[in-house]
């Protein structure tokens, strides 16, 4: 593992507080649901479908932490209006997937699948970022459950709902749909969700996703 970090390019904004935004010290607890166990025997971590990839693969816990490990700093930023600046993640680059599996040029988008049936879209060039990375430890140590532990998904550029908890996969998508919080259902947030740009909720006219549960 380098021992310098990639520096997320938001980091260097000279200002660093999105619209609307209010800075935090600290790190506020927001998730649907309770807190899943955590497993080590059972966990693993999968990679899908064929013919999006190559073959399907699948990392046990011990498996997934002997990849090769990367440094980001960068900046968080809520939908629910806070910014906490100067983070230190430590964990798996998403570009470390591309190391074990062959994707599809058709492949556009991809949706994380977590805990509990929690998932999040994003479009493929966001997910593969140099500064988006599968996190393990925050700030030089392990993540707490609350926060995500054992493996959360980063994606500084992006509002922090995006930034899934509880991460279990991947799944590459030709089209875009909803992931949870995405969903009707469940407040309709944003399909990308950038704070610079307030991408918060989905336009009532869209289409897509429309008929999900």
């Known amino acids: 593992m380098a021992d310098e970090p990639i520096i997320s390019p938001d980091t260097r904004r000279d200002n660093r507080i999105p619209p609307r935004q209010a800075q935090t010290r600290k790190w ?28 399907v693969k699948r990392f046990t816990w011990d498996e997934f932490c002997a990849l090769p ?13 806070w910014s906490l600046l100067d983070n230190l993640w430590e964990g798996v680059a998403t570009g470390e997937l591309l190391n074990h599996v062959k994707v599809s040029p058709a492949a556009k988008f ?20 140099s500064d988006c990375l599968f996190a393990l430890k925050h700030n030089g140590a392990d993540l707490t459950p609350d926060h995500g532990y054992p493996l959360r998904l980063v994606v500084p550029k992006l509002y922090a709902w995006k930034s899934a908890k509880w991460v279990r996969g991947v799944e590459f998508m030709e089209q875009d749909r909803p992931g949870f919080w995405e969903n009707w259902s469940n407040g309709g947030y944003h399909m990308r969700g950038d704070p610079w740009t307030e991408e918060r909720f989905r336009d009532e006219n869209e289409t897509i996703g429309r008929g999900d549960l």
């Open 28 to 55: 506020p607890v927001l998730h649907a649901g309770r807190v899943p166990d955590f497993n080590p025997a059972t966990w693993d971590f999968g990679i899908i479908p064929v013919p999006l990839v190559d073959e």
């Open 69 to 81: 490990r990367t440094k980001v700093y960068a900046d968080m930023h809520c939908v629910t209006r």
């Open 110 to 129: 991809v949706m994380v699948h977590c805990e509990y049936g929690f998932s999040t879209n994003l479009p493929i060039e966001d997910f593969f970022n």
